[in-house]
């Protein structure tokens, strides 16, 4: 059946009643229904893995509720606040990561603010790090910081700041890069510690320490000649190590030769003398024993020098040896 339109405004007026008179039955159960949706809706809650709720009653902490299901007062009495605990965050300076991947993109614009810094003699570098961090204290991290981003970025950038202004420009690039993380790590993690923001740093990773665009080339220039004096005096010193070491172990030789003829003279000399008073001594006591004994012990070594000695006859047919005094036939 079709809707009729009133002939009369009496006839309007009562259908109008009606309807009103209709709704207001249902008034009141769309409401209670409307309460309990909102109740549910503002007093159970989930919390994922990996997630703690931080809820705070009239703004003041109350409680840190765990993964799962959870109550609280409705009508925002308790207010919810998620916090990923085990999720690592990361900051990247000097450079942005558009895509990662196999083939990343990063970035065309200029991070200079960042990354220009100024070494301990008064060089400049460009340098590119990364800040990776968790956290540990979700309520320190609500309550006392109020950017948490912000901040971690403000002192990082702080702190590496000051590790590389103790470094002159040619440490601060050749040196390496875990003695820098370590340094700026430590900093850092002070630094955040002293204003109890509940974070935590995992590892600071150096990406590139590098002398600013503009002056790359004269640096390199600089480098090259810098090594190739390295490799100069390298050179110097091998040619050095070959020749030195060799004359002093030569002269060293020499020397000990010296003092060991030296000390063989000595003895010898000293043998003779001892001998000559030993003989004196004798011939003193026995004059002619002595000088018959030095007389043939002079001939025993004479003699064997000698050779052959033959004697020849006018008259004698054949050549007679003497004395074969070279085979054995001396003096006995």
């Known amino acids: 059946m079709g809707f009729k339109i009133p002939d009369t405004p009496e006839e309007l007026f009562r259908q109008g009643g009606r309807h009103i008179t209709n709704a207001n039955k249902w008034l009141p159960?769309?409401?209670?229904?409307?309460?309990?949706?909102?109740?549910?809706?503002?007093?159970?809650?989930?919390?994922?893995?990996?997630?703690?709720?931080?809820?705070?009653?009239?703004?003041?902490?109350?409680?840190?509720?765990?993964?799962?299901?959870?109550?609280?007062?409705?009508?925002?009495?308790?207010?919810?606040?998620?916090?990923?605990?085990?999720?690592?965050?990361?900051?990247?300076?000097?450079?942005?990561?558009?895509?990662?991947?196999?083939?990343?993109?990063?970035?065309?614009?200029?991070?200079?603010?960042?990354?220009?810094?100024?070494?301990?003699?008064?060089?400049?570098?460009?340098?590119?790090?990364?800040?990776?961090?968790?956290?540990?204290?979700?309520?320190?991290?609500?309550?006392?910081?109020?950017?948490?981003?912000?901040?971690?970025?403000?002192?990082?950038?702080?702190?590496?700041?000051?590790?590389?202004?103790?470094?002159?420009?040619?440490?601060?690039?050749?040196?390496?890069?875990?003695?820098?993380?370590?340094?700026?790590?430590?900093?850092?993690?002070?630094?955040?510690?002293?204003?109890?923001?509940?974070v935590q740093i995992d590892k600071i990773e150096l990406q590139e320490v590098l002398p600013p665009s503009v002056v790359k080339a004269s640096f390199n220039e600089v480098n090259e000649a810098e090594q190739e004096r390295e490799k100069v005096i390298n050179q110097s010193w091998e040619a050095y190590n070959k020749v030195i070491p060799k004359a002093r172990g030569q002269a060293e030789k020499t020397i000990r030769e010296a003092e060991g003829y030296a000390l063989a003279r000595v003895a010898k000399a000293k043998g003779d003398a001892t001998k000559f008073l030993d003989t004196w001594n004798a011939y003193k006591d026995a004059k002619e024993v002595t000088r018959r004994r030095l007389y043939l012990e002079t001939f025993k070594e004479i003699i064997p020098k000698a050779g052959k000695i033959f004697i020849f006859e006018p008259e004698a047919n054949n050549v007679l040896p003497l004395l074969n005094l070279s085979e054995g036939g001396g003096l006995k």
Do not use: C
Not at 126 to 152: A, C, G, M, Y
Not at 163 to 177: C, F, H, L, M, P
Not at 186 to 195: E, P
């Open 29 to 198: 159960m769309i409401i209670v229904f409307f309460l309990i949706g909102f109740f549910a809706l503002t007093s159970f809650y989930s919390v994922d893995q990996g997630e703690v709720g931080v809820i705070r009653r009239f703004g003041k902490y109350l409680k840190t509720t765990q993964p799962g299901l959870q109550w609280k007062l409705p009508f925002n009495i308790d207010r919810l606040d998620k916090v990923r605990i085990e999720r690592v965050f990361k900051e990247e300076f000097g450079f942005r990561t558009l895509k990662a991947g196999v083939n990343t993109q990063y970035s065309s614009k200029s991070y200079d603010e960042e990354a220009l810094m100024l070494t301990g003699d008064l060089n400049v570098l460009d340098v590119s790090w990364i800040v990776h961090f968790k956290i540990k204290d979700p309520v320190h991290l609500l309550f006392n910081v109020r950017s948490p981003q912000e901040t971690v970025r403000d002192l990082s950038e702080s702190a590496m700041r000051q590790v590389i202004g103790d470094y002159s420009v040619n440490e601060a690039i050749t040196t390496r890069k875990n003695e820098i993380n370590q340094a700026v790590k430590k900093i850092l993690q002070a630094s955040l510690d002293n204003y109890k923001s509940g």
